[in-house]
């Protein structure tokens, strides 16, 4: 299922003392079946962007096409429902959204609003705790007594729970330790490659873009400025020079090592911030 948007632009609170614009004229392809970070600093407008991507927001101009659905400014509640089913959004910070008095409720439910048979709820939420590394009888537990780390990855399965086309990740270990990071930072990677998931990382890790990603999407001032795969992307440091974005120093380093320079006195060590 490929997402495109053309000419897109959108302004909060138009016509009001308020307004702002944050994105202008973007024109992007995500491909079915891929897996794309989207990147860019802070206020580039990559969070308005993937609100786009299930219809959360509408365009204030142009078109964004979800497989078959196209949504503009007109387009009507009910013709976003199976965008809304298909298009899963694990947001920043995903365990504010929780709130049922179980685990298990919590999981459960999006599915039995979206019409699944309660039984059927169940198991794709037990076999999604597990699949997430939840230890035995959180299901019960109130997601309130549980760890940080533990709360995300319910709310990860609350939205997995949905069974979702596409995936998109808005900066989903912000905030864990470097080990729950690579452990959720992989199981993306697997449930893309072993779901066959659409998968879209928004990020501001260049880094987690080298190690993941297929393709690339650069935010700037809320217009796309770049796009291709990650080789292209990095292969052209004049231009990310422009966005004041660097080449990720994994792909630098490696690029050194290919080039015969031998290992640098000390590997580069990945960092929350990079
Ligand atoms: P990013 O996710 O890349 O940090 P955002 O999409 O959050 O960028 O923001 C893009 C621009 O839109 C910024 O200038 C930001 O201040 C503004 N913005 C974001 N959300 C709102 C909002 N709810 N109301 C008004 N302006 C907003």
Do not use: C
């Not at 944050?22 to 794309?36: F, H, K, M, Q, W």
């Not at 962007?49 to 078959?68: C, F, W, Y």
């Not at 080298?210 to 393709?215: I, M, N, Q, S």
């Amino acid at each position: 299922m490929d997402i495109t948007l053309e000419r897109v632009g959108y302004t909060y609170a138009a016509g009001t003392p308020f307004q702002k614009r944050a994105l202008e004229d973007v024109n992007i392809r995500i491909p079915s079946g891929s897996y794309t970070a989207i990147i860019g600093h802070t206020g580039s407008g990559k969070s308005t962007l993937l609100q786009h991507l299930n219809a959360l927001l509408k365009p204030t101009e142009g078109v964004v096409r979800v497989g078959d659905t196209e949504i503009t400014r007109q387009t009507k509640g009910k013709q976003l429902r199976p965008v809304r089913r298909k298009v899963g959004i694990v947001f920043q910070f995903p365990e504010h959204q929780l709130f049922e008095e179980t685990v298990l409720k919590d999981v459960m439910f999006g599915p039995l609003n979206f019409g699944v048979p309660e039984e059927q709820a169940r198991a794709r939420a037990l076999e999604l705790l597990g699949l997430l590394g939840l230890p035995e009888g959180t299901a019960e537990k109130s997601p309130f007594d549980l760890s940080g780390g533990q709360m995300r990855r319910v709310a990860i399965a609350g939205v997995l729970a949905m069974d979702p086309d596409v995936l998109v990740l808005d900066e989903p270990t912000a905030g864990l330790d470097p080990s729950g990071r690579n452990e959720i930072m992989d199981l993306f990677r697997r449930l893309h490659d072993e779901r066959d998931m659409t998968t879209i990382l928004v990020t501001h890790s260049m880094e987690d873009a080298a190690r993941y990603a297929d393709h690339m999407i650069v935010m700037h001032g809320g217009t796309d400025v770049m796009q291709g795969p990650p080789e292209e992307v990095f292969g052209d440091e004049e231009r990310l020079a422009r966005w004041r974005l660097g080449v990720p120093r994994t792909v630098a380093f490696q690029r050194e090592f290919e080039r015969g320079a031998g290992l640098p006195p000390s590997p580069p060590r990945l960092t929350e911030e990079q």
